[in-house]
C-alpha cells in the first residue's frame, strides 16, 4: 500500500517521504514516524500520506489547507497550520503536547479546537469574532487579533493561561 501512495506523489513528497524515520506500519497503510515531520510551503490541499502518530512537531505550514482532514490520528509535539484556508478547527486534534499555530487563516471562531495546549496558542491574523472555543488550559501565552470591546480579563474567564495574553493587530 505505501509504494501505491508514493506511485502517486511529486519527487519531493516522495524524497520527503523517505527521509521520515517511519516507526511503523499498519496494514491499513498508516505509519508512526518518530521525528518531526515537515510538510510545509508545497501547495497542499490535502496531506498525501496516511499517518498514525507523529513522536515529534507537525508542520504544514504555508499551504492550501482547509481542514483536518487526513491529518495525523496523534502528534506528540507542536502543530503548525499557520498561513492555510482553514475556517474551522473541527478535526483538531484536543490536546496538544507542544505549540499550536493556526494563525493567518480563515478562523472567526476557536469552537472545536484543542483543548489543552501545553505551550503557546497562537491565532493571529484571523478574522476572528469572538474567543469563544478557546483552549481551557494554555501552558504558556496566548497570541491573538484584538475583538473590540472584549479585555483580557474576559479571556482569562475561558481559560486557564499560564503566560502573557498578548493582542496582534490583523
Do not use: M
Request: aromatic residues 12%; proline residues 3%; negative net charge.
Amino acid at each position: 500500500k505505501l509504494l501505491a501512495v508514493l506511485e502517486d506523489c511529486s519527487e519531493d513528497l516522495q524524497l520527503i517521504y523517505k527521509k521520515l524515520n517511519i516507526t511503523k506500519i499498519y496494514s491499513d497503510g498508516y505509519v508512526d514516524v518518530k521525528g518531526d515531520v515537515s510538510l510545509n510551503n508545497l501547495k497542499l490541499k490535502t496531506i498525501p500520506f496516511k499517518f498514525r502518530k507523529i513522536f515529534g512537531d507537525f508542520d504544514v505550514s504555508e499551504n492550501r489547507l482547509e481542514s483536518f482532514s487526513n491529518f495525523p490520528e496523534q502528534v506528540i509535539g507542536s502543530i503548525f497550520i499557520n498561513n492555510n484556508l482553514f475556517t474551522s478547527l473541527e478535526g483538531c486534534q484536543s490536546k496538544i503536547e507542544g505549540i499550536f499555530d493556526c494563525s493567518y487563516n480563515s478562523l472567526e471562531s476557536l469552537e472545536h479546537g484543542p483543548v489543552r495546549v501545553d505551550y503557546s496558542y497562537f491565532c493571529e491574523g484571523n478574522p476572528l469574532l469572538t474567543y469563544n472555543g478557546i483552549s481551557k488550559n494554555i501552558g504558556e501565552d496566548f497570541i491573538a487579533p484584538k475583538i473590540e470591546g472584549v479585555e483580557k480579563k474576559e479571556i482569562k474567564q475561558l481559560s486557564k493561561i499560564k503566560g502573557d495574553i498578548v493582542f496582534v493587530r490583523s
